[in-house]
C-alpha cells in the first residue's frame, strides 16, 4: 500500500508517521510519500521520519517529492493536510478581524473565510492530480477549513474524499477514560459541521450516558484540543442545551469573552504556533533524534494519527465502522441540502463512508447549523469561480461579521489577492 501526504514538511508529519510505521505490517504499508512545495521544510522533516521508520518500520520505503503528479503516482490513499501561505498567513487571518474588534481564528469568521478562499482553490489542483494519477485513491482531508475543503473537492471532482478532524475521536477517547470504558465501547451521536456539531447521545453498550454526564462537561475539559481557548459554557447552558457542544461553538456561544481574552492575550494563536513549531523543527533537525517530541501535544493534534489510520483500516478492510467524518450529506440530515458536507456518524468501508440517518434537528441548534452550512456552501460558490459576489454574500451571511460594510471591505482587500472579478 502506498500513502502520499501531500504538505509532508508540516510539523504534524512526524506525528502521523509515528502512528503509521506502528501499523505498518496490519496495514500493508510499504511506501510513504511526503510531498511538499518547501525544500528545505521537507528534506528536515523527512530525515526525522525516516529515523523513525529505520527504528519502528525498516520495510516501509520514504520518498521526498516536490512534485505533485510524482508524489501521487499510483497511490492507494492521498492525505492532505496543506496550508497556504505557511503560518505567515494564519498569523494575518487571525489579526485582521481585530481592528474590527472582532473574533480572529483561522477556521471561522473572517479569518476562515479567508483561509477558505486562499485554500480550496489549492485543494481543487490536488484532487485534479488525483484523478489523473491515482483515480482509484481516496482522499483523506485534514485542512481547514475541513467542511469547506472537502465540499468543494465532492462537488467539483470525481474523486472519493473524507474528511477529518481530531475533534470527534479526542472526545471519545476522553469520555472513554473519564467512563473507565475502551475507546470502542463508545459511540457519539453527533451532528453538526466541522468545529460546530453537538454530542446528542453517549452510548455505551447501547445505554446513553450523556445525562449522568452533562454535570462533568459543564465547565470541563473533555474534548478541548490544544488551540481552543480555555473558556467554560456556563453549566446552566449546558444543562438547557442537553448536549455537548464543540469546543470550537464557544466561538458563537462566548463570542463577547473570546474576543476580550484575545484582545488581553501576549501572542495570537498563531504566533504560539510559530514559536512550537521552533522547538519542534530543532527536534527534528537533532540526528540523534528518531522519537516524536512531546512538543507536539501542544501543537493540537491529539489523536491525529489515530483519526486517520481508523479510517485507512476501516476502508481497507471493508469494516463498516461507525467514525463521525466529514462526507457529503445526501438524506442524512433533513434539513440541509443533499449535496453539502455535514459531520456526522457515518459506516466507514471499502466503499467509502456512508452517513447515518439523523434524527431532525432541535430548534436550539437547527438555525445556527442552517446558517453556517449556508455560509460554507457561498464560500465554497466564491472559491471555485472567482466571484467577488459571491464571496460578499458568503462573508455576509456568517453569523460572526456583524456588518456588510465589514464584509464589503474585507471582500475589497481580498479581491486583488485572489484576483476575484
Known sequence: MKLTVVGGGSSYSPELADGLARRAESLGLDSLVLMDVDRERLELVGGFVRRMLARLAPSVSLSLESDLARAIEGADFVVAQIRVGGQDARLRDETSPMRFELLGQETTGIGGFRKAMRTVPELLRIARAVEQH??????VNFTNPVSIVTQAVLQHSSVRAIGLCN?????????????????PQIRLDSVGLNHLSFVRRVLVCGNDVLPSLLEQAAGGRAGRPANIPELDYPKEFIRALGMIPSDYLRYFYLQRETIAEQQAAKQTRAQEVMDIEGELFAHYADPEQDE????????????????????????????DRELVVDVQNGSAVAELAEDVVVEVPCLVGKNGARPLPQRPLEPAIRGLIQQVKAYEDLTVQAATTQSRALALLALATHPLVPSVAIATEVV????????LR
Open 134 to 139: 491515482a483515480p482509484d485513491a481516496v482522499l
Open 167 to 183: 475533534i470527534p475521536i479526542g472526545l471519545r477517547m476522553d469520555l472513554a477514560e473519564i467512563l473507565e470504558v475502551e475507546p
Open 292 to 319: 516524536k517530541p512531546a512538543a507536539l501535544s501542544k501543537r493540537g493534534g491529539a489523536h491525529y494519527s489515530h483519526a486517520a489510520i481508523e479510517v485507512i483500516e476501516a476502508i481497507l478492510t471493508d469494516a
Open 412 to 419: 475589497a482587500e481580498l479581491a486583488d489577492e485572489l484576483e
